[in-house]
């Protein structure tokens, strides 16, 4: 799978964790990520980068690291055609898969160890999306966002 990954500067050390194993997985992922943990940056800087890519299809999922993962969350999210979601534990990251189509994960750098992170992100990447009912909600969503985006 192609994969979008990005952190601001209180998600470096995460990222480094998270990269050699993603990789180890067979995927191949884009590190478009802070490298210091000494130099504050915008989180919304590197969300949007992400974000875009993923809604221009050059990536299949995106992954952003944060404090929290809520500011990731929040910036991601305005991009068009993407839904973001912020996962803390395995259950969230596969239901934001199986009923909402989630296409970026969002993590906590400072709530979630090294093994959840990988769990949760095993699940994430392995999860299909059911379809079914949850389609129309996602079709919803889309023809909102269109409309919204047109104004």
Excluded at 101 to 112: E, F, G, Q, R
Excluded at 121 to 133: D, P
Aim: charged share 25%; glycine share 8%; with cysteine.
């Amino acid at each position: 799978m192609k994969i979008a990954l990005a952190n601001d500067h209180r998600g470096v050390a995460m990222k480094q964790r998270l990269l050699n194993w993603l990789r180890d997985q067979g995927h191949q992922i884009s590190d478009l990520g802070a490298n210091t943990p000494d130099v504050s940056v915008d989180y919304p800087d590197y969300a949007f980068v992400v974000a875009e890519g993923v809604s221009k299809g050059e990536y299949d999922r995106g992954i952003l690291i944060c404090g929290t993962g809520v500011g990731m969350c929040i910036a991601a999210n305005k991009v068009f055609n993407v839904r973001a979601a912020c996962c803390h534990d395995p259950i969230t990251a596969e239901l934001c898969r199986r009923h909402n189509d989630a296409n970026v994960i969002c993590l906590s750098a400072d709530l979630l160890g090294e093994d959840g992170a990988e769990r949760i992100l095993s699940i994430f990447l392995s999860t299909e999306f059911e379809q079914g009912r949850h389609l129309r909600r996602i079709d919803k969503i889309a023809s909102f966002e269109a409309k919204t985006s047109s104004s």
